[in-house]
T-cell receptor
Framework: AQKITQTQPGMFVQEKEAVTLDCTYD???????LFWYKQPSSGEMIFLIY??????QNATEGRYSLNFQKARKSANLVISASQLGDSAMYFC????????????FGQGTRLTINP | DVKVTQSSRYLVKRTGEKVFLECVQD?????MFWYRQDPGLGLRLIYF???????EKGDIPEGYSVSREKKERFSLILESASTNQTSMYLC????????????FGPGTRLLVL
């Protein structure tokens, strides 16, 4: 069963605008972690931000913040003041608690920032 | 900084060939992973390993095998390459722990003719 869903295959945003990338997840675990990664056209995966299921505050890292709504099982990434260099694929991922250390990824969202 | 390296950026092989993809990490991470990435499907886990000589099947292990003889090295093997294994292959490593991020290599783009 799909555990991570990213419903936006592509998004186009004007430079300097804020953008929200959607991510919903499904798990029966109480303990889990949520990650966002950026993949530029060069191909490398870059870690952006992490949110733990027990974290009471939304995670923030510079221009990135995670809008974590536990009851709705959503973990949207918000990029403030977008820049041309933000154009990339963005992936949401989840790790469940317990023994397995693997991540489950969503399908990704291709973000294009227009000048 | 963590460094994960993969043996090739681009690889072209013929159907039926045995293919080895090598991955090396330099940060003494316990966990190592192999994914394949295809458009519209995101990253799918092929195999992972949480210790030397240990391996676990991921979501799509068919047609692949792995080897981890040393902690820093995790190899993906395509025993008999097929055209449907044309893809981008990404290796990653991480420490143990719920909050630990995975660090990725640059990827190998494999074309099977």
């Amino acid at each position: 069963a799909q555990k991570i869903t990213q419903t936006q295959p592509g998004m186009f945003v004007q430079e300097k605008e804020a953008v929200t990338l959607d991510c919903t997840y499904d798990t029966s675990d109480q303990s889990y972690g949520l990650f966002w990664y950026k993949q530029p056209s060069s191909g490398e995966m870059i870690f952006l931000i992490y949110q733990g299921s027990y974290d009471e505050q939304n995670a923030t890292e510079g221009r990135y913040s995670l809008n974590f709504q536990k009851a709705r099982k959503s973990a949207n990434l918000v990029i403030s003041a977008s820049q041309l260099g933000d154009s990339a694929m963005y992936f949401c991922a989840m790790r469940e608690g317990g023994g397995a250390q693997k991540l489950v990824f969503g399908q990704g969202t291709r973000l294009t920032i227009n000048p | 900084d963590v460094k994960v390296t993969q043996s090739s950026r681009y690889l072209v092989k013929r159907t039926g060939e045995k293919v080895f993809l090598e991955c090396v990490q330099d940060m003494d991470h316990e966990n190592m992973f192999w994914y394949r990435q295809d458009p519209g499907l995101g990253l799918r886990l092929i195999y992972f390993s949480y210790d030397v000589k240990m391996k676990e099947k991921g979501d799509i292990p068919e047609g692949y095998s792995v080897s981890r003889e040393k902690k820093e090295r995790f190899s993906l093997i395509l025993e008999s390459a097929s055209t449907n294994q044309t893809s981008m292959y990404l290796c990653a490593s991480s420490l143990l722990g719920l909050q630990e991020t995975q660090y990725f290599g640059p990827g190998t783009r494999l074309l099977v003719l």
